[in-house]
């Protein structure tokens, strides 16, 4: 079945560059997600790509996709404090999301 | 716009007693989904409705848990008899038509404690 690696931690000193990293199995996926879980909340989408995008820039979040070896990556310039939470990668294909366990980044000042 | 909402926020309970948790969707979504999240198990896919109708509960761990969508705007996940394993946070999700291209909504979750 579908499945969506991540590593579980990741933690980087405050104004570091981060990369949470991704990886996936189902090659008909279309879109890939990053969605961001802070302490008490619910998921909440950060960005996306369409599978036919090599890479998708929005302010100091840029998502590289490299369809091939199936892996997706998230980078945050400048990281800050607020930063710091968990993040999902998720995928579609022909069927409901699926979700990666997620990566605890964690902002160090 | 609001988003979606979940109640209650919390809830803890005794072992043995009715839960039951609700959700109300973005006005116009046609798809509602149920998910549990554990540290041990992630995120997990419970259940989901299309235009009120439950397509997928392969997800749902066993007969003591059931949801129903009695309408575009209601949702309900219920645990009969619950016990403590079932302490989690409980999210729903609603997206727009065209499940492979559009982005889920979260609410903010419902964390459960069963004593």
């Known amino acids: 079945g579908e499945d969506v690696e991540q590593s579980l931690f990741l933690s980087v000193r405050e104004g570091d560059s981060s990369v949470i990293n991704c990886t996936y199995t189902?090659?008909?996926?279309?879109?890939l997600y990053w969605y961001k879980q802070e302490p008490g909340a619910g998921l909440q989408l950060l960005t996306y790509?369409?599978?036919?995008?090599d890479m998708k820039q929005d302010q100091r979040l840029t998502v590289l996709l490299n369809k091939k070896d199936k892996h997706l990556s998230l980078r945050i310039a400048d990281t800050q404090t607020g930063d710091s939470a968990i993040y999902f990668c998720?995928?579609?294909?022909?069927?409901?999301?699926?979700f990666g366990k997620g990566t605890r980044l964690s902002v160090i000042a | 716009d609001a988003g979606v909402i979940q109640s209650p926020r919390h809830e803890v309970t005794e072992m043995g007693q009715e839960v039951t948790l609700r959700c109300k969707p973005i006005?116009?979504?046609?798809?509602l989904f149920w998910y549990r999240q554990t540290m041990m198990r992630g995120l997990e896919l419970l259940i989901y409705?299309?235009?009120?109708?439950?397509?997928?509960d392969s997800g749902m761990p066993e007969d003591r848990f059931s949801a129903k969508m009695p309408n575009a705007s209601f949702s309900t996940l219920k645990i009969q008899p619950s016990e403590p394993r079932d302490s989690a946070v409980y999210f729903c999700?609603?997206?727009?038509?065209?499940?492979?291209?559009?982005?889920?909504?979260f609410g903010d979750g419902t964390r459960l404690s069963i004593l």
């Open positions: 006005s116009g979504h046609d798809y």
């Open positions: 998720a995928e579609n294909g022909d069927t409901p999301l699926v």
């Open positions: 409705f299309n235009n009120n109708v439950p397509i997928d």
């Open positions: 999700a609603s997206s727009p038509k065209g499940i492979g291209n559009q982005p889920q909504h």
């Open positions: 189902d090659s008909s996926s279309t879109y």
């Open positions: 790509i369409f599978s036919n995008m």
